[in-house]
């Protein structure tokens, strides 16, 4: 393909190089999976709300989810290739069901935080500070 | 008629595949196409809810995400993966959020901004974990090229099979043939307790209490000059509705 | 089609996939703006006879055929307003998601054998899935509209439908057993033939888990008496107070949509789908394989019955609408969680052991038995040792670690009472 003649790096190439008539590869989902998790990390560091912390959290959960089930996938490999087979999926699951549980506590201690402080800054729980 | 009609299409759409040109590619793959699609919907809403201040926008902003990657786990194969992730993620999980959301954006809390110092920290700090994952991405041959495997679509039985302890679902190439594929049960049987757990401690600690002394919320509101905008009064009545009030 | 467009056509073929796509997306548009077009025209109709009185009458004739056309162009022609101190961005997407939620749903749905968007292994459970995304849009719409009455209404409609959500899909659960898959098609093929084939009338706790449905599907598309989000006599018009023109005609739109497809759900899950009550097919002799012309021909009639169905359904809540008196929310939250969750969960648990009580059927021979086991998965490589050892009263030994995998055990000598059907 010509693009190969455009100097682009051999890493670029794979990703790039067809992507409209290529198939798509496992790399392809961890680029996603990466995105998402990166996004997630300075969400979770960055926000002083703290529903935008929880929302850093859902973030960095779906971005390791977008991975497994990358890694379990049956058409994402070539023929024969090494895969998680159906315990990818299963795993997601429960990541599913895990952030869903850990979701309702969160809120659910925010929603105090807020009643007992009148702001949901974090930045304001500071009442043990030494 | 019809004839004239069809005969008349045949130098139109000739027409039609002149205007739109050479195109670069023989043939469109389709599952390529929408997985970019899905993949920047679901990357750039990301983003999204870094870069914005506005608390409830960044909540409209994740939903997007969410939903753009269960159609991800759709295109990977993993449909029982995806409802799951539509039905329970964004439509129980994520509406939980937005509720939380919407109690609580009331005027000075709706955006909160961080100092700049802390954004570039941040900034630093996210490159440099992006950089190590694409590395990381990038470095194994096998996940760079693949050969489309033409295999017959999963089903959800095997995965309903393999919570109630039962593998019935051939083993993945790969896999040594001594192994010992262990069921689900017991997780599935943890997460249904560790469940139950969490809505009987979440209904405990939302609970409405008896107070002697007003909320700190309350106070804050009361403290407010006689010009109470909508939302101070929105958000007044919006928690004494899911609290059920002081005392 | 798309082989049409590039063959006879020769368009490239990813013009003439694209095409195919669009059309095939345009038609199930249609289903819901046609369909909106004429439930409007017959809520009107049929409010004003309970209400003992006319309704439209002079738009297009006697019986005002051509009012949904007039009011779809005057909300055409409303000025686009937007409160002051609204979102910009939120109040402009939300009645566009509640839309989507609605229309995405029908992907799945299918209307005859093969007539379907997309025919998904998870279709029941992707069809309830979206289904519950449709509260984005209220929650936003009550939000970006700045004011406290939509607020108000929003949040309760978001509360309903989600916590409606569990006794759904608790209903929905029972015919996926029956059937032992939750693909749509193989759902409503499983009840063909006659009358008695329906899930309906498999066995009275199905029976009542269908009222259960229809009062779960009618709280979850705010339909009343469960319709406080909208409620004209006390919050002017709940969330979308402060929509006007054609941003107010989406989420109509959405409304009809849902009530559509609970009911075109209903009818696959319970009444046969388009399995008429009288198997005309066989009757006839046609089959699948007399030939492309009396296929498509039968599958056309099972489209036309299960159109029938869901319209039937939606008159349904249209008479329940104007028949009973609204639900306070308390009440709507109690109907759900003391009575709803409760009597779906026991139905549930009755319709799992009349399976295990009779699991040909209870008069064998007249009518398919439900519930034969799921696309032979038992009989794979692991499966029927493993399934037979699972449910068997003796200990199954250990094989010795020769390096023979599981799969290629001997079955064991004993079986057990046949919970799990292989074949009829």
Not at chain 3, 184 to 207: C, M, R
């Given at each position: 393909m010509s693009l190969l003649a455009t100097g682009l790096s051999p890493v670029a190439v794979p990703l790039f190089a067809g992507l409209l008539d290529a198939p798509v590869g496992v790399a392809h989902y961890?680029?996603?999976?990466?995105?998402?998790?990166?996004?997630?990390?300075?969400?979770?560091?960055?926000?002083?709300?703290?529903?935008?912390?929880?929302?850093?959290?859902?973030?960095?959960?779906?971005?390791?989810?977008?991975?497994?089930?990358?890694?379990?996938?049956?058409?994402?490999?070539?023929?024969?290739?090494?895969?998680?087979?159906?315990?990818?999926?299963?795993?997601?699951?429960?990541?599913?069901?895990?952030?869903?549980?850990?979701?309702?506590?969160?809120?659910?201690?925010?929603?105090?935080?807020?009643?007992?402080?009148?702001?949901?800054?974090?930045?304001?729980?500071?009442?043990?500070?030494? | 008629m019809m004839s004239i009609m069809l005969a008349s299409i045949v130098p139109m759409s000739g027409m039609l595949a002149a205007l739109v040109g050479p195109w670069p590619v023989a043939a469109v793959n389709w599952h390529s196409v929408l997985f970019l699609l899905f993949a920047a919907v679901a990357c750039a809403c990301a983003v999204a809810v870094v870069l914005a201040d506005n608390v409830v926008r960044m909540a409209f902003y994740l939903v997007l995400s969410l939903a753009a990657t269960a159609g991800l786990f759709f295109l990977a194969g993993a449909e029982f993966v995806g409802a799951m992730q539509?039905?329970?993620?964004?439509?129980?999980?994520?509406?939980?959020?937005?509720?939380?959301?919407?109690?609580?954006?009331?005027?000075?809390?709706?955006?909160?901004?961080?100092?700049?110092?802390?954004?570039v920290l941040a900034g630093l700090v996210g490159a440099a974990l992006l950089a190590v994952l694409l590395q990381a991405a990038f470095r194994v041959e096998p996940w760079r090229r693949p050969a489309m495997a033409a295999v017959a679509a999963p089903a959800a039985t095997p995965i309903g099979m393999a919570l109630l302890g039962v593998r019935v679902d051939e083993p993945a190439a790969g896999t040594p043939p001594a192994a010992v594929r262990s069921g689900y049960l017991l997780p599935f049987e943890i997460v249904s307790v560790h469940l139950l757990v969490v809505l009987v401690g979440a209904a405990y600690?939302?609970?409405?209490?008896?107070?002697?002394?007003?909320?700190?919320?309350?106070?804050?509101?009361?403290?407010?000059?006689?010009?109470?905008?909508?939302?101070?009064?929105?958000?007044?009545?919006?928690?004494?509705?899911?609290?059920?009030?002081?005392? | 089609m798309a082989d049409f467009l590039i063959n006879t056509v020769g368009l490239p073929e990813w013009l003439a996939w694209t095409i195919t796509a669009f059309v095939a997306a345009g038609l199930i548009l249609n289903v819901i703006a046609g369909g909106a077009l004429v439930f409007i025209w017959a809520e009107r109709k049929i409010a004003a006879r309970i209400q003992d009185r006319l309704g439209p009458t002079r738009t297009g004739g006697r019986f005002g055929w051509l009012q949904s056309l007039a009011d779809g162009i005057k909300l055409l022609a409303k000025e686009d307003l937007m409160p002051e101190g609204a979102d910009g961005m939120?109040?402009?997407?939300?009645?566009?998601?509640?839309?989507?939620?609605?229309?995405?749903?029908?992907?799945?749905?299918?209307?005859?054998?093969?007539?379907?968007?997309?025919?998904?292994?998870?279709?029941?459970?992707?069809?309830?899935?979206?289904?519950?995304?449709?509260?984005?849009?209220?929650?936003?719409?009550?939000?970006?509209?700045?004011?406290?009455?939509?607020?108000?209404?929003?949040?309760?409609?978001?509360?309903?439908?989600?916590?409606?959500?569990?006794?759904?899909?608790?209903?929905?659960?029972?015919?996926?057993?029956?059937?032992?898959?939750?693909?749509?098609?193989?759902?409503?093929?499983?009840?063909?033939?006659?009358?008695?084939?329906?899930?309906?009338?498999?066995?009275?706790?199905?029976?009542?888990?269908?009222?259960?449905?229809?009062?779960?599907?009618?709280?979850?598309?705010?339909?009343?008496?469960?319709?406080?989000?909208?409620?004209?006599?006390?919050?002017?018009?709940?969330?979308?107070?402060?929509?006007?023109?054609?941003?107010?005609?989406?989420?109509?739109?959405?409304?009809?949509?849902?009530?559509?497809?609970?009911?075109?759900?209903?009818?696959?899950?319970?009444?046969?789908?388009?399995?008429?009550?009288?198997?005309?097919?066989?009757?006839?002799g046609l089959s699948e394989g007399t030939g492309d012309t009396a296929n498509y021909f039968v599958r056309l009639i099972g489209c036309g019955n299960l159109l029938l169905k869901a319209t039937l359904g939606v008159l349904l809540m249209m008479w329940v609408r104007w028949t009973l008196p609204r639900l306070r929310i308390d009440q709507v939250m109690a109907t759900c969680l003391k009575y709803c969750t409760p009597i779906a969960a026991a139905m549930f648990a009755g319709a799992m052991l009349w399976q295990l009580a009779f699991p040909g059927g209870v008069v064998r021979g007249m009518s398919r038995p439900a519930g034969e086991i799921r696309e032979g998965w038992l009989e794979g490589p692991g499966g029927l040792a493993v399934g037979r050892g699972l449910f068997q009263s003796k200990p199954v030994a250990v094989p010795p670690a020769t390096g023979v995998p599981v799969g290629e055990r001997q079955p064991p000598a004993v079986e057990s009472p046949a919970v799990v059907q292989v074949g009829s």
């Open positions: 961890l680029v996603v999976g990466a995105i998402l998790f990166t996004s997630g990390v300075v969400c979770m560091a960055l926000k002083r709300n703290a529903l935008g912390v929880l929302m850093g959290i859902e973030l960095v959960l779906n971005g390791a989810n977008v991975n497994f089930v990358a890694f379990s996938s049956p058409y994402l490999r070539g023929e024969g290739a090494a895969s998680l087979g159906l315990d990818g999926q299963l795993i997601a699951l429960f990541v599913i069901l895990l952030a869903a549980a850990e979701a309702a506590v969160a809120l659910a201690i925010t929603l105090n935080f807020y009643n007992n402080h009148a702001t949901v800054d974090i930045d304001r729980a500071d009442d043990l500070k030494g | 539509l039905m329970i993620y964004v439509g129980g999980t994520l509406v939980l959020l937005v509720f939380g959301v919407m109690l609580t954006a009331q005027s000075p809390f709706v955006a909160i901004k961080t100092s700049t110092s802390d954004r600690l939302a609970r409405a209490k008896r107070r002697r002394t007003p909320r700190a919320i309350d106070v804050a509101a009361s403290s407010v000059g006689p010009v109470v905008t909508a939302r101070e009064a929105v958000r007044s009545s919006a928690s004494a509705l899911v609290s059920g009030g002081q005392r | 939120l109040f402009r997407l939300a009645p566009y998601i509640s839309f989507c939620a609605s229309f995405c749903a029908f992907i799945a749905l299918p209307f005859a054998f093969d007539f379907v968007g997309q025919r998904l292994n998870v279709g029941v459970f992707f069809v309830v899935a979206v289904l519950g995304l449709e509260v984005f849009g209220v929650i936003l719409a009550g939000y970006a509209s700045a004011s406290k009455w939509s607020l108000f209404g929003a949040m309760r409609e978001a509360a309903q439908v989600v916590s409606y959500e569990v006794p759904l899909g608790m209903c929905v659960v029972v015919p996926v057993m029956l059937a032992g898959s939750m693909d749509l098609v193989t759902i409503a093929e499983k009840q063909s033939g006659w009358l008695s084939n329906w899930y309906l009338f498999h066995d009275p706790f199905t029976f009542v888990i269908f009222w259960v449905y229809v009062t779960c599907a009618v709280a979850s598309v705010n339909r009343a008496p469960f319709d406080l989000a909208e409620a004209e006599s006390e919050l002017v018009a709940g969330f979308h107070t402060e929509y006007s023109g054609l941003r107010w005609s989406f989420f109509f739109m959405a409304e009809y949509g849902s009530m559509f497809l609970v009911s075109a759900l209903a009818a696959l899950l319970f009444l046969g789908g388009w399995n008429g009550p009288i198997p005309l097919a066989t009757l006839l």
